[in-house]
């Protein structure tokens, strides 16, 4: 099984923080952001890595290489003009390969257990949701009998964790879209599973985030872990 790690964004809303550094390289723990979500994946034991690049690309290739220091292979997906996510993946298709993969964004920190995502999910496409952040209160969807509804509440958030079938991409045009475009119709066609969790799950959008989660990876037990045992990764 593969993954994709989603990092091609500039990360407007963190300001003069990414104006010279791609967002996936500000430090959270004197780690990389993106790493911790490298980390996961070998952890879970996914050792082949695509991560899209876009926005100082260059930069987040110099940072990581190869991957062969964290017990990957990376590839690179390069976009000349940003894609956006639906756009990214469509792009990277041809590194993803047919069978499913997993993809998370590279602003995450959690300690969700990808190993326990589904190879095989039973539909198009399966999606980790978590409780609303007071950043988004209204949720995106609903889940009813680990099937994803519109209809469905309390609502929940799409935590930027997921499995996806290459078929779920079938019927995209190449060029700049979002995963939402596509997760309202195979939502009303009964084609996404999903699951609720509850456990660590943090995003990191702006510099209060970013400061905020420096503070908690001191002071979090459940963040601990995760910054001592890649704290020799990114030096």
């Known amino acids: 099984m593969r993954a994709m790690i989603l990092a091609a964004g500039r990360g407007l809303r963190m300001g003069p923080l990414t104006v010279e550094v791609p967002k996936p390289l500000l430090r959270v723990a004197e780690n990389y952001l993106i790493e911790y979500a490298i980390f996961s994946l070998v952890k879970a034991g996914i050792h082949e890595i695509v991560i899209n690049v876009s926005y100082h690309g260059d930069q987040i290739k110099a940072a990581l290489g190869d991957g062969k220091r964290y017990g990957a292979t990376i590839f690179y997906s390069e976009e000349k003009e940003r894609l956006e996510t639906g756009g990214g993946i469509l792009q990277a298709l041809p590194l993803l390969g047919k ?3 997993i993809v998370l964004s590279s602003d995450i ?3 969700y257990p990808l190993a326990q995502l589904p190879r095989y ?3 198009l496409a399966h999606l980790v949701m978590v409780d609303n952040p007071l950043y988004h209160p209204h949720g995106d969807f609903g889940l009813h009998n680990g099937r994803l509804t519109m209809d469905t509440q309390p609502t929940l958030t799409f935590g930027n964790i997921s499995v996806f079938h290459p078929e779920f991409f079938t019927h995209c045009e190449p060029g700049h879209f979002r ?3 596509l997760f309202i119709p195979a939502i009303v066609n009964n084609q996404l599973t999903g699951e609720h969790y509850q456990g660590t799950w943090y995003n990191v959008g702006t510099p209060e985030d970013l400061h905020l ?5 001191r002071e979090d037990s459940n963040l601990r872990p995760l910054a001592s045992e890649t704290n020799t990764l990114s030096n």
Do not use: V
Not at 213 to 217: E, K
């Open 99 to 101: 069978e499913p993969f």
């Open 109 to 111: 920190i959690t300690d």
């Open 121 to 123: 999910p039973n539909g």
């Open 179 to 181: 995963l939402t475009k």
């Open 213 to 217: 989660l420096n503070q908690r990876a």
